[in-house]
């Protein structure tokens, strides 16, 4: 999932969708395997709405015609902004899920490399 403010802000929007499926190696694995799901949050689009009520409302996994999240069988890493890292944890926690670092495996990580407290 890549959310965003506005349909600009989609940087990696082509190189998914376009370039990556087409890459001599990749692409295969790129087709069967990579489920893309860019959303928007201040313009109209294909897919629209904030991250966590998405997830929290199954939304994302309805749209992808997958089962709800759930710590068992998935994997996320997260990354954003602070306040968007502490909903998702949450989130996440509330599942089942939990968290893991470098040393200690988990269902989710964090990336704090961009974001400030």
Sequence with gaps: MHG???????????LVTDHLPKHEFLGDM?????????????????????????????????DLSLPPL????????LCGSPGLLVDLKHIL?????KE???????DFVVERAFAEK
């Design 70 to 77: 759930n710590a068992a069988e998935d994997r996320v890493m």
């Design 30 to 62: 790129i087709e069967k395997q990579l489920l893309y799901y860019p959303t928007v949050t201040r313009e109209e689009f294909r897919n629209m709405g904030r991250v966590t009520e998405l997830i929290e409302t199954n939304k994302l996994t309805d």
């Design 4 to 14: 965003v403010r506005q349909i600009d802000e989609l940087a990696y929007h082509d």
């Design 100 to 106: 893991g670092n470098t040393s200690t495996p988990g």
């Design 93 to 97: 926690e509330g599942r089942g899920f």
